[in-house]
């Protein structure tokens, strides 16, 4: 007997609500004997056809990998957009998955949303795909938009290009509403100013591919390398105070049992990776007019970050 098989296909950026629905209509589709399949385009293909247009990443191959197995794929595999895969035609597309993942008539289905297009020219719609389906033999399940009710309860429908824009603006709580998480930037520790360090308040300085925030202080919780969890104030932006140019992620560690995180001699000094989940905003940049006043206001920053986060969020 053919092994039941549900096959999704999109860029998935940032997987958000909407694409956990589109898994999870597949997981119900294949069963639980059967496998889900999500196929995921990285780079986004408008990186290969046309640079300049290509959106802020939201998420590496990895992090989409991860939670779309969270959310009841098998399997998730890289859909590299070469010249070739990009000039098939919507027929010749549904095709070659067939003939990849061997999905057998009558044992296979596509689940997409109403708005996804395929093949050269996105020429394909779910129309397309639909009738193909009765020629060569699988079930095209449309899954409807999934909507969220943000902080302002304002309705919309979740989309990678609604998050991108709530996180530009750096409504990162509103962001998580839409991803069903909080926002990770992910990249690894590299070498600063070390200017944190003369007041009182060392940073991790983070090298990162992902869409940076709109400019100011928020509180998140860094992931480790060995998974632990700590509390962080974040700044993201300028360094206005001390006249810098530009955009940084500095990340203020903090022990959950009190003070400054101290780095363990197990951890490199620089070039290591970190994780940052941004669960809050908690104020504008500004340029102080003393590194006094700075630090004042950094000690009540991470007071907020430890009001209001806890190390297992």
């Known amino acids: 007997m053919p092994t039941p098989t549900a096959i999704t296909i999109g860029n998935f950026d940032g997987v958000h609500v909407g694409h956990v629905a589109l898994v999870r209509a597949a997981r119900r589709l294949a069963g639980p004997g059967g496998r889900v399949l999500a196929l995921a385009f990285d780079p986004h293909p408008i990186s290969r056809l046309r640079p300049e247009h290509a959106p802020a990443l939201l998420s590496a191959f990895e992090q ?6 969270e959310a009841g794929a098998d399997a998730v595999e890289q859909l590299d957009p070469t010249p070739e895969l990009l000039a098939l035609d919507p027929e010749s597309f549904v095709r070659s998955k067939i003939d990849r993942y061997g999905l057998a008539p009558g044992a296979a289905w596509f689940v997409e949303g109403s708005d996804f297009h395929f093949g050269k020219g996105r020429a394909g719609t779910v129309a397309t795909l639909q009738s193909l389906g009765a020629t060569l033999g699988f079930g095209v399940e449309v899954v409807p938009p999934v909507e969220s009710v943000l902080t302002d309860h304002l309705v919309v429908r979740a989309s990678s290009s609604l998050v991108r824009w709530l996180v530009s603006q750096g409504r990162v709580r509103d962001a998580a509403i839409v991803l069903g998480r909080p926002y990770e930037l992910t990249g690894r520790v590299i070498r600063g100013d070390q200017r944190g360090r003369t007041i009182g308040f060392p940073t991790a300085n983070i090298a990162t591919g992902h869409l940076l925030p709109a400019d100011g202080v928020y509180g998140g919780l860094a992931i480790m390398p060995d998974g632990a969890r700590l509390p962080a104030a974040v700044n993201i932006g300028t360094r206005p105070t ?3 140019v530009d955009r940084r992620v500095e990340a203020h560690l903090l022990d959950p049992a009190g003070g400054a995180w101290t780095r363990p001699s197990s951890i490199p000094e620089y070039d290591w990776p970190i994780a940052l989940r941004l669960v809050s905003w908690i104020r504008d940049q500004v340029r102080f007019d003393s590194p006094a ?11 907020h970050v430890r009001a209001t986060l806890a190390p297992s969020a």
């Open 64 to 69: 989409r990998a991860r939670w779309l197995r």
């Open 242 to 244: 001390f006249r810098g």
């Open 293 to 303: 006043r700075l630090t004042d206001q950094l000690a009540r920053d991470c007071g």
